[in-house]
C-alpha cells in the first residue's frame, strides 16, 4: 500500500478506444481487392448506424420527465427500444416490422421503453443463438377505433411458455428462466407500467411454435396536457442505487455496467487513480465495484487512499477478482470485512451484494 495518489497513470489505448465504443481498423493493403474494401467500410458503416441509434435510444430513455405522462409517439419509442436491444436480438433473429398509422398514447417514453425493451429481450432470449436467418421478432402496431385502443404486439418464432405457466407469467418473482438468470421483476414491472395508464398486457404462446406478447394502451386525447402520471406501484426489493466500477479491463467494465446498468445509475472508470480522485472531490457512491488486481494502481491502493480521505465511501468499497492473488492481496483480503466476488460471479452472488448496500439505510 501507500503508493503516492498523485503519480501519473498510464493509459492503456487500446481498452480506451474499445469501451467507447471505437472500431479499430487495420490499414488496408494496396493490393487488397476492391469487393474485400467495400466490405470493411460497409461493416463501418453499419457499426456507425448501430451507434447512432443507440445513442438515439440513450438519449429517449434518459429524459428526467419518468413522472409524467403526456401524448407520446409509440413508434419512436419503439425505434428506440429496438436499437436498445439490437445487440440482443440480431444473432437470434430478424426483426420485422408492420406499423400502422396510430394515434399517441397518454404515456412517457422512459417508462414506455422499458416496457418494449423487455418484451423485446424476453423474445430475443426464447430463441437460440444462430439461426437468425429462420426466426423473427414481429413488432406490429395498430388502432382499435372502436375501444379507441392502439394495440402493441412483439411476437418471436422462439421456445414458447407452457400453458401451466402462463397463467402467471406476470407474478412477482415468477420466472421461466434458469436458475440465477432473471430476478422474474421484468414482465411483473411491465404489466404494473401499462396498468399504471390504463392499459392492458397479455400473453398468448404456444410451446415450440412461440410467443405473442400483446400491449393495448388508450389512446390521448388531442387536447391533453402533459400531467402527473399515475406512477404504477410494482415490486422493487431494492432502491435505484448509484455505483461506481473501476476496473482497468474495458471489456469487464462494459459487461458490469450493462448487467447493472438496467436497474441502477453507473458509472465507469478505467483509470483507479482517477476514480480516487472523483471520490476524494466529493462525488458520492452506493457502492464500489473494485478490481483487485490492476496493473497501474492496486485495488488494495486505491482502497488505501480512499480511505484517507473519505472513509464512509471506502467502507462501500466491494472487491472483485478473478482468483489470481499475491500473497499480499490475500493477506488485505483476511484482514478486511469487505464483500469480495470472484469472476465469474452469479446473479444471487451479485444480488446478495446489491441488497446489503442499497436496503441498509446507510445512503
Same mark, same amino acid.
Given at each position: 500500500?501507500?503508493?503516492?495518489?498523485?503519480?501519473?497513470? %498510464?493509459?492503456?489505448? +487500446?481498452?480506451?478506444?474499445?469501451?467507447?465504443?471505437?472500431?479499430?481498423?487495420?490499414?488496408?493493403?494496396?493490393?487488397?481487392?476492391?469487393?474485400?474494401?467495400?466490405?470493411?467500410?460497409?461493416?463501418?458503416?453499419?457499426?456507425?448506424?448501430?451507434?447512432?441509434?443507440?445513442?438515439?435510444?440513450?438519449?429517449?430513455?434518459?429524459?428526467?420527465?419518468?413522472?409524467?405522462?403526456?401524448?407520446?409517439?409509440?413508434?419512436?419509442?419503439?425505434?428506440? $427500444?429496438?436499437?436498445? $436491444?439490437?445487440?440482443? /436480438?440480431?444473432?437470434?433473429?430478424?426483426?420485422?416490422?408492420?406499423?400502422?398509422?396510430?394515434?399517441?398514447?397518454?404515456?412517457?417514453?422512459?417508462?414506455?421503453?422499458?416496457?418494449?425493451?423487455?418484451?423485446?429481450?424476453?423474445?430475443?432470449?426464447?430463441?437460440?443463438?444462430?439461426?437468425?436467418?429462420?426466426?423473427?421478432?414481429?413488432?406490429?402496431? +395498430?388502432?382499435?377505433? !372502436?375501444?379507441?385502443?392502439?394495440?402493441?404486439?412483439?411476437?418471436?418464432?422462439?421456445?414458447?411458455?407452457?400453458?401451466?405457466?402462463?397463467?402467471?407469467?406476470?407474478?412477482?418473482?415468477?420466472?421461466?428462466?434458469?436458475?440465477?438468470?432473471?430476478?422474474?421483476?421484468?414482465? +411483473?414491472?411491465?404489466?404494473? /407500467?401499462?396498468?399504471?395508464?390504463?392499459?392492458?398486457?397479455?400473453? !398468448?404462446?404456444?410451446?415450440?411454435?412461440?410467443?405473442?406478447?400483446?400491449?393495448?394502451?388508450?389512446?390521448?386525447?388531442?387536447?391533453?396536457?402533459?400531467?402527473?402520471?399515475?406512477?404504477?406501484?410494482?415490486?422493487?426489493?431494492?432502491?435505484?442505487?448509484? *455505483?461506481? *466500477?473501476?476496473?482497468?479491463?474495458?471489456?469487464?467494465? %462494459?459487461?458490469?455496467?450493462?448487467?447493472?446498468?438496467?436497474?441502477?445509475?453507473?458509472?465507469?472508470?478505467?483509470?483507479?487513480?482517477? $476514480?480516487?480522485?472523483?471520490?476524494? $472531490?466529493?462525488?458520492?457512491?452506493?457502492?464500489?465495484?473494485?478490481?483487485?488486481?490492476?496493473?497501474?494502481?492496486?485495488?488494495?491502493?486505491?482502497?488505501?487512499?480512499?480511505?484517507?480521505?473519505?472513509?464512509?465511501?471506502?467502507?462501500?468499497?466491494?472487491?472483485?477478482?478473478?482468483?489470481?492473488?499475491?500473497?499480499?492481496?490475500?493477506?488485505?483480503?483476511?484482514?478486511?470485512?469487505?464483500?469480495?466476488?470472484?469472476?465469474?460471479?452469479? !446473479?444471487?452472488?451479485?444480488?446478495?451484494?446489491?441488497?446489503?448496500?442499497?436496503?441498509?439505510?446507510?445512503?
Amino acid at each position: 500500500m501507500g503508493q503516492p495518489i498523485n503519480r501519473v497513470t %498510464r493509459r492503456r489505448p +487500446s481498452d480506451h478506444a474499445a469501451f467507447r465504443g471505437r472500431a479499430v481498423l487495420e490499414p488496408v493493403a494496396p493490393e487488397a481487392p476492391t469487393a474485400q474494401i467495400a466490405h470493411w467500410a460497409k461493416q463501418a458503416h453499419e457499426g456507425a448506424d448501430r451507434v447512432r441509434r443507440i445513442v438515439r435510444g440513450l438519449q429517449t430513455f434518459s429524459r428526467q420527465d419518468d413522472d409524467h405522462a403526456q401524448p407520446t409517439d409509440v413508434h419512436d419509442v419503439l425505434r428506440s $427500444a429496438l436499437a436498445m $436491444a439490437d445487440n440482443a /436480438i440480431r444473432h437470434r433473429a430478424r426483426v420485422v416490422q408492420r406499423l400502422d398509422d396510430v394515434p399517441p398514447v397518454m404515456a412517457n417514453d422512459l417508462r414506455l421503453g422499458q416496457v418494449f425493451v423487455n418484451l423485446l429481450l424476453n423474445a430475443a432470449q426464447s430463441i437460440p443463438e444462430g439461426h437468425a436467418s429462420t426466426n423473427e421478432i414481429r413488432v406490429t402496431t +395498430s388502432y382499435d377505433a !372502436k375501444k379507441n385502443m392502439v394495440v402493441i404486439e412483439i411476437e418471436d418464432t422462439g421456445s414458447g411458455i407452457a400453458p401451466e405457466m402462463q397463467s402467471r407469467i406476470f407474478e412477482p418473482f415468477f420466472t421461466t428462466k434458469p436458475v440465477g438468470i432473471g430476478t422474474g421483476l421484468g414482465l +411483473s414491472i411491465c404489466y404494473g /407500467i401499462v396498468r399504471g395508464f390504463a392499459g392492458d398486457i397479455e400473453v !398468448k404462446s404456444t410451446p415450440g411454435q412461440g410467443t405473442t406478447f400483446r400491449v393495448h394502451l388508450p389512446a390521448a386525447d388531442r387536447s391533453s396536457k402533459a400531467t402527473a402520471a399515475p406512477v404504477p406501484a410494482v415490486p422493487n426489493p431494492l432502491r435505484r442505487g448509484r *455505483i461506481l *466500477i473501476v476496473d482497468d479491463d474495458a471489456n469487464v467494465a %462494459r459487461s458490469f455496467a450493462i448487467l447493472l446498468g438496467y436497474e441502477h445509475d453507473v458509472q465507469v472508470s478505467l483509470e483507479p487513480l482517477a $476514480a480516487a480522485r472523483r471520490i476524494l $472531490a466529493g462525488e458520492r457512491f452506493d457502492i464500489v465495484f473494485c478490481d483487485l488486481m490492476m496493473p497501474e494502481m492496486t485495488g488494495m491502493d486505491f482502497y488505501a487512499a480512499v480511505a484517507q480521505g473519505c472513509p464512509e465511501q471506502a467502507a462501500r468499497i466491494v472487491f472483485v477478482t478473478g482468483g489470481a492473488l499475491t500473497p499480499s492481496a490475500n493477506a488485505f483480503i483476511a484482514r478486511m470485512s469487505h464483500a469480495l466476488l470472484e469472476k465469474p460471479f452469479d !446473479k444471487p452472488a451479485l444480488d446478495a451484494v446489491l441488497a446489503n448496500h442499497l436496503d441498509d439505510k446507510r445512503a
